[in-house]
């Protein structure tokens, strides 16, 4: 079973976290989510979400993919902090799959992992930073190696999906999306 560490920072944005956790278990995916701090996370909207575990206690496991949560200040918290930077080091070197959606792509480019590559974000996050050798896209998901990015709150279930196939196949990723009563690939 494939295992992903979503790591949950204060001010993350709800939708975008609980859409993730949510799709990728139903279609079967063992999902950590891991608070940057300990207790009760307290999302972009006032939602309060309880992390199954710290990022201190999940920091040297091996994980298939690591998504990270979009929203502010939550993508903030995620770019300050050294573990997650070390832990997505770690990540790109064994090449395993990354994926950001929201605000939380500039974390992928802090950490230096879009360099050469296609991705996308919320608007004007991507373009903010001046990256020379990055193409923003501004599709709804973008897919370029191991680096999956998203636009935000309204392409978290697309994120979600694209991140199913990617993990556990087509035929799971259309198994969960009739779940949902939507048409594949809306």
Do not use: W
Not at 55 to 73: H, K, Q, S, T, Y
Not at 89 to 97: F, G, N, P, V, Y
Not at 133 to 149: K, L, Q, R, Y
Request: aromatic share 2%; with cysteine.
């Amino acid at each position: 079973m494939p295992r992903v560490l979503i790591p949950l920072a204060q001010g993350c944005e709800e939708l975008e976290a609980i859409t993730l956790i949510d799709l990728l278990r139903r279609a079967g995916v063992e999902v950590i989510s891991a608070g940057l701090d300990e207790g009760v996370v307290t999302a972009s909207r006032g939602t309060r979400l309880l992390p199954d575990t710290t990022l201190d206690a999940v920091r040297n496991e091996d994980f298939d993919l690591i998504a990270l949560p979009g929203g502010l200040p939550g993508a903030d918290h995620l770019d300050q902090d050294p573990r997650l930077r070390a832990i997505l080091a770690r990540q790109a070197e064994k090449q395993r799959d990354i994926a950001a959606i929201c605000a939380a792509p500039k974390v992928l480019a802090h950490a230096g992992l879009l360099h050469g590559r296609r991705a996308t974000s919320y608007p004007g996050v991507l373009d903010a930073l001046d990256l020379d050798d990055t193409e923003v896209t501004g599709v709804p998901v973008e897919v370029d190696g191991h680096i999956i990015t998203s636009r935000g709150p309204g392409t978290a279930m697309d994120f979600a999906l694209t991140l199913i196939e990617r993990l556990a196949g087509a035929e799971k990723r259309a198994e969960v999306e009739q779940g949902l009563m939507r048409e594949p690939g809306c």
